[in-house]
T-cell receptor, first 116, second 114 residues
């Protein structure tokens, strides 16, 4: 149980275009989802926290107009990178926390974004 | 703000041997959670073990155990009988009881040789 999926697993887009990444909790309802960014050989950096039906809370230094997060249902959150540039190329990971769980976050497999 | 420090960028161990990964953290809270996550080459984050700060007993999961020293704010991971599949990045993480976000350390790359 407690599976989180991400789609796509790898995406290449041209500079200036927007790309959407989906994060789904497959077998539980996720009241809270988290989006992380990970550069090569570095740790995970939290970008934002989203609660179902509410606006996302962004970490300091993360551009909310560039990284649009929507958590419209208890099983789906999306991250849209708007007007992507090469410096946005990174590995994006989501995690989800279900109702009734005290501390467990379940991670998705990640999405590699390459902006050319 | 809470911080998590992993001072070992890389560790090596031979199969069947034991290795200990270090982690220290800083917090003014008295109750919190600590975690060790494994990130293999697939980059899927896998929870290895967790510890509640109010519990004095060290957590154990099969070959994985922790040495939790609350006063010293230290949380090390011991891997016994190391296996080739243990090779991965290991991240130590902290979470307050009242907040949901995880604070990660910089990670330790574990190499396992036959």
């Amino acid at each position: 149980g407690a599976v989180v999926s991400q789609h796509p697993s790898w995406v290449i887009c041209k500079s200036g275009t927007s790309v959407k990444i989906e994060c789904r909790s497959l077998d539980f309802q996720a009241t809270t989802m988290f989006w992380y960014r990970q550069f090569p050989k570095q740790s995970l950096m939290l970008m934002a926290t989203s609660n179902e039906g509410s606006k996302a809370t962004y970490e300091q230094g993360v551009e909310k107009d560039k990284f649009l997060i929507n958590h419209a249902s208890l099983t789906l959150s999306t991250l849209t990178v708007t007007s992507a540039h090469p410096e946005d190329s990174s590995f994006y990971i989501c995690s989800a926390r279900g109702m009734g769980t005290t501390y467990e976050q379940y991670f998705g497999p990640g999405t590699r974004l390459t902006v050319t | 703000a809470q911080t998590v420090t992993q001072s070992q960028p890389e560790m090596s161990v031979q199969e069947a041997e034991t290795v200990t990964l270090s982690c220290t953290y800083d917090t003014s809270e008295s109750d919190y959670y600590l975690f060790w996550y494994k990130q293999p080459p697939s980059r899927q984050m896998i929870l290895v073990i967790r510890q509640e700060a109010y519990k004095q007993q060290n957590a154990t999961e099969n070959r994985f155990s922790v040495n939790f020293q609350k006063a010293a704010k230290s949380f090390s991971l011991k891997i016994s009988d190391s296996q080739l599949g243990d090779a991965a990045m290991y991240f130590c993480a902290y979470r307050n009881t009242g907040f949901q976000k995880l604070v990660f350390g910089t990670g330790t790359r574990l190499l396992v040789s036959p």
